[in-house]
C-alpha cells in the first residue's frame, strides 16, 4: 500500500541514493553459490575479501556495503509462484512467497519475513530514521522495513532484489 508521505520519502530515497551514486541496475542473474546452505561454513566471520569472491560486483554492493538497486530492474518482482525468497549470499530462508505483495515501490515486498531469520537495526543515511534489516545467518542487507504495508502486520519489508533468491515449492 503507497501514500503519499511513502511516495515522496521514496522518491526522495531513489534520488538522493542516485546523487550519491549507489544505485545500481542488474539483471537477475545470480551464480550459483556452491556452499551456500552448508552449515559448517561460519557465516559471521567471512572476510571482506571472501564476500568479494562469492558475490557478483552488484551483489556485494547491495549486501555488503548496503546499497540500493535501480527500482523495477529485479526480475523478482513479477514472481508469484509458491515457494521460499531466500537471502542470495548464504541460502537462509526469509520471507515466504504467500507474504509477498505489489507495494508499487519497485521492488520485491513483503508483510511478515520468517520468524527469527531477520534482524533490524536504526539507519540514519538519508538523514530520515529509518529500520535496515539484513540476513540473521550472514548479515547481509536485505532493504528496509516500513510501517505502511498491508494487515495483518500493516510492515512493508521492501527488499532488494538482488540479495534474494527464489525456490518455487
Not at 71 to 87: A, M
Request: net charge positive; charged share 25%; aromatic share 10%.
Amino acid at each position: 500500500m503507497l501514500n503519499r508521505r511513502s511516495f515522496a520519502i521514496t522518491g526522495v530515497s531513489v534520488l538522493a541514493a542516485g546523487a550519491l551514486g549507489q544505485t545500481i541496475s542488474y539483471a537477475h542473474n545470480h551464480k550459483n553459490k556452491d556452499n551456500a546452505m552448508n552449515t559448517n561454513i561460519d557465516w559471521e566471520n567471512i572476510k571482506k575479501s571472501e564476500w568479494k569472491i562469492r558475490l557478483s560486483a552488484q551483489e556485494f554492493h547491495v549486501m555488503r556495503n548496503e546499497g540500493t538497486e535501480r527500482p523495477f530492474s529485479s526480475d523478482l518482482n513479477g514472481e508469484k509462484r509458491e515457494g521460499i525468497f531466500v537471502c542470495a549470499a548464504c541460502g537462509l530462508p526469509l520471507f515466504e512467497a504467500t507474504t509477498k505483495y505489489e507495494s508499487g515501490t519497485g521492488w520485491p515486498s513483503f508483510f511478515k519475513p520468517i520468524a527469527g531469520n531477520v534482524e533490524t537495526r536504526r539507519d540514519f543515511k538519508m538523514l530520515i530514521p529509518r529500520t535496515e534489516y539484513h540476513c540473521k545467518r550472514c548479515g547481509s542487507h536485505q532493504g528496509h522495513v516500513f510501517k505502511d504495508g498491508p494487515k495483518p502486520t500493516g510492515l512493508r519489508y521492501c527488499n532488494n532484489g538482488i540479495a534474494l533468491d527464489f525456490e518455487p515449492s
